[in-house]
């Protein structure tokens, strides 16, 4: 049967081809004259053909050898690029990763990391997915998404958590708003405004941190949720972005959000300041290339700057305690 000759059969009628010459092919494949000859042979047996015409002065390739050469150089190509693709997806450096990211992370934080995994890992391929920090977080749980990243997320023991940024939460006002012109404001400014964000359901820890620490500082309005839940936010949303732009309501965004920010409308720093962390979260006993994705996140946290004085992003404690930190400074 011509299905049972291995691969060394191959090797071995290779490199005689190539050399015509048995013993320069002995030696260039470190064996003996005679285990090479001997392979040749069970390859000529298993196919019912003779692949060399050989006599006392030269070594030929039969019109059989010739056809065979193109096949078994491209059949060993094959096995040695597959044995490297195996090696490298066992080590994290090649294989397809999806990485889920809330709304608010697709302007600066997302293309920094996936620029960088680019960089590190070019044969690792990247499938990247909006979900609101709900979703994110089951679908890693479920194993459809291999790494989340939400603004915070309160993840439990099931799940490893790393903190990866620090950022300052600030208000979008009606650039028409009186207080729009003021490039810092506080909680008391907006006391008796309202406030519109996207509902608590899809994301209730950046939902609770914000409207706790700003009711903690003075902010007594009424909360208006998002009917529209896309990623451009409060400026898709009809009844928001009419309430913001006659200056009735306020929301609430990073200054790294917007680019640009929607036309008439502006961002403003708040005091005392609120810090929601970043947290990339992935499945316990994850493979080496989700591995690869986190360390490289991590050496962007630390190169870029972007955790508060005090903090590395190695040390941070997974699970509640990082995520449920109140980020109130000031």
């Known amino acids: 049967m011509a299905d049972n000759f291995e691969l060394r059969h191959l090797r071995a ?77 066992a080590a994290g450096e090649s294989g397809r990763l999806v990485v889920s990211y809330t709304p608010t992370l697709v302007n600066e ?45 309160h993840v439990d023991e099931d799940l490893e958590s790393v903190r990866l940024r620090d950022e300052p939460i600030g208000v979008v006002l009606g650039e028409q708003h009186p207080l729009a012109r003021r490039p810092l404001l506080t909680m008391e400014d907006l006391a008796n405004s309202t406030l519109a964000i996207w509902p608590r359901q899809f994301s209730p820890d950046f939902f609770d941190q914000v409207v706790d620490s700003f009711r903690g500082h003075g902010f007594r309005g009424s909360i208006q949720e998002f009917e529209y839940l896309t990623s451009a936010l409060f400026h898709r949303d009809p009844a928001a972005r009419a309430e913001i732009a006659a200056g009735r309501a306020f929301s609430v965004a990073f200054v790294t959000q917007f680019d640009p920010l929607p036309e008439g409308f502006v961002w403003r720093a708040v005091e005392p300041q609120t810090l929601i962390p970043v947290q990339l979260y992935w499945r316990r006993g994850a493979g080496a290339a989700v591995r690869r994705f986190v360390d490289v996140a991590v050496e962007v946290s630390a190169a870029d700057g972007w955790l508060s004085p005090g903090r590395s992003a190695a040390s941070s404690p997974p699970g509640p305690t990082a995520a449920g930190e109140s980020g109130q400074v000031g």
Not at 121 to 148: H, N
């Open 13 to 89: 009628f290779v490199a005689v081809a190539e050399e015509l010459n048995f013993s320069r092919a002995a030696r260039k494949l470190h064996m003996v004259q005679q285990s090479l000859s001997a392979q040749v042979q069970q390859l000529e047996h298993e196919l019912g053909v003779q692949l060399f015409r050989r006599t006392t002065r030269r070594v030929e390739l039969s019109e059989a050898g010739v056809a065979l050469l193109e096949h078994a150089r491209s059949i060993l190509q094959r096995v040695t690029s597959a044995a490297e693709e195996v090696r490298r997806t």
């Open 109 to 153: 934080t997302l293309p920094r990391l996936v620029g960088a995994v680019h960089e590190h890992w070019p044969g690792l391929s990247l499938q990247m997915v909006e979900m609101w920090q709900t979703e994110s977080i089951e679908s890693v749980r479920a194993g459809r998404v291999d790494v989340g990243m939400a603004r915070p997320a």
